[in-house]
């Protein structure tokens, strides 16, 4: 991103023209290794251009989050190449609902997306920086304005200047302009070719992402990118899941033979699209059944119908272990057990036959186990505790289940836990009611598993009843 500083010569750089282009020559300059640059123009415009990396600047956010995940690849790519007049690869859909769009700060993302609303939308733009005026003059739909429209007003997008975790806490009403440009040039980022053109999308998933996580981002890539007819898939041997435990367990397609860089979107980072509004509100109707092998899915109900038959039971999710060692927070953060009992308790009045738990973290079962003898159920699998994280000096269960089971034995410990994991989930979706710990791929799924839906569900997070 080339932010806009006053002019200075203290210390020589290229000179440029001031000019639509002006943007575009300095990034070609930026690939040559320059970072600043001075830009003349005709009435007296005169200011200096600098360089900041997206990632970089994003991370240099006092709200960017803390967890080492989000400081491994980069969320947001550099755009050093893009065109603001490709109509047909340009994505609209964080619009959706605005009427009109408020900028902070002039600079080349806001100057051009100015510009790309001016031609391609109906929104009315105000902007707060008089400078945008060396780019556009002012008219009808573009104003100067000293007002600063409030949080509340869902009407006008508010795009500032400083970074803005919109995609960590969900708030898309108000982001920062990186997170506006990574938006609309999405398809951009994802190809250089037509969208129209490509017949398959291929992930590429981080090795250190559970299943939930990788069927997570396949559904929603594949909702996504529905309306160019493509078909997502997931690159052979690319998750820490063996191809064989995918292909038996659930309805992913992997990469054909035929696939290459003429027809293929690849989706290295899926990060990249995952923090996008279209992904993130993406959820309830990318599960059902379908996602899961026929016979795996006849082995569940029947070890279902066992283990619940009739009971009415309060099916409750508590992520720990590596969300805690990992820090995550905003909407995915996890809670302890002390602070969301009194919750447990309260529903529990309703007159539930026993608590269905799903954790993955063996200090939450000892826990709840204590705070409700007698009342809790929960699929055998192995669990870690927080001190097994920091004994081993890792951050997530995949680096935890390598060190624990090296070797041969790894993938068939997989199989085995990757089994558990969906009976888990399974039997969460035929509870009556649910609560959850925060967002994450396995209380998607438990929803979206949920045949009859739930009488009752609660985000203990966003410590707030959820209605879906």
């Known amino acids: 991103m080339l932010l806009i500083k006053e002019y200075s010569t203290e210390v020589n750089h290229r000179i440029l023209s001031h000019g639509k282009d002006v943007f575009h020559k300095a990034l070609e300059a930026v690939l040559k290794g320059e970072r600043e640059f001075h830009v003349t123009g005709e009435n007296g415009i005169r200011y200096n251009l600098e360089y900041k990396e997206n990632q970089s600047w994003a991370e240099s956010g006092t709200d960017y989050p803390d967890s080492p995940l989000f400081h491994k690849d980069p969320l947001y790519p550099p755009y050093f190449f893009y065109d603001e007049y490709d109509r047909d690869r340009l994505c609209f859909d964080i619009l959706e609902g605005f009427d009109s769009v408020w900028f902070e700060e002039a600079n080349e ?61 969900c708030d898309f009403y108000t982001m920062d302009m990186v997170v506006l440009f990574h938006h609309i040039f999405l398809y951009q980022w994802l190809t250089s070719y037509p969208m129209e053109k490509m017949k398959y999308a291929e992930i590429v998933v981080a090795r250190s992402e559970g299943i ?70 993406s959820s309830g109707n990318d599960f059902d059944m379908s996602v899961l092998n026929p016979d795996f899915v006849a082995e569940m109900k029947e070890y279902g119908d066992a283990v619940f038959g009739d009971r009415r039971m309060l099916g409750i999710l508590l992520r720990g272990s590596d969300y805690i060692a990992s820090g995550m927070s905003g909407a995915s953060a996890p809670v302890t057990v002390e602070s969301v009992i009194p919750k447990i308790r309260e529903w529990m009045e309703d007159g539930y036959d026993g608590i269905f738990l799903a954790t993955e973290d063996s200090d939450i079962l000892r826990q709840m186990v204590g705070a409700f003898p007698g009342q809790i159920r929960a699929v055998s699998q192995e669990r870690y505790g927080i001190e097994d994280f920091k004994e081993a000096g890792v951050t997530t269960i995949s680096e935890l289940d390598s060190l624990r089971h090296p070797g041969e034995d790894y993938d068939q410990f997989i199989e085995d836990s990757t089994a558990n994991y969906f009976y888990a989930l399974y039997l969460l979706s035929r509870c009556e009611s649910f609560m959850y710990s925060g967002q994450c791929g396995g209380s998607t799924m438990t929803k979206s598993l949920s045949e009859k839906g739930f009488k009752r569900m609660w985000c203990f997070a966003q410590d707030k009843e959820i209605f879906d």
């Open 109 to 169: 993302y806001t100057a051009v997306l100015i510009g790309v609303l001016l031609r391609y939308t109906g929104l009315n733009i105000s902007c707060h920086d008089k400078r945008i005026l060396w780019f556009y003059e002012e008219n009808e739909r573009l104003k100067i304005t000293e007002e600063i429209p409030p949080a509340s007003d869902h009407g006008t997008l508010r795009v500032i200047r400083d970074f803005y975790p919109s995609a960590f806490i």
């Open 212 to 281: 939930g996580s990788v069927l997570t981002i396949y559904a929603r890539a594949k909702h996504f990118l529905e309306r160019f007819n493509l078909t997502v898939t997931l690159r052979p041997g690319s998750s820490r899941y063996a191809d064989s435990i995918i292909t038996k367990y659930f309805n992913m397609q992997l990469t054909p033979s035929d696939a290459d860089e003429s027809n293929t979107v690849y989706i290295t980072n899926y990060y990249g699209i995952l923090f996008t509004k279209m992904l993130r509100y």
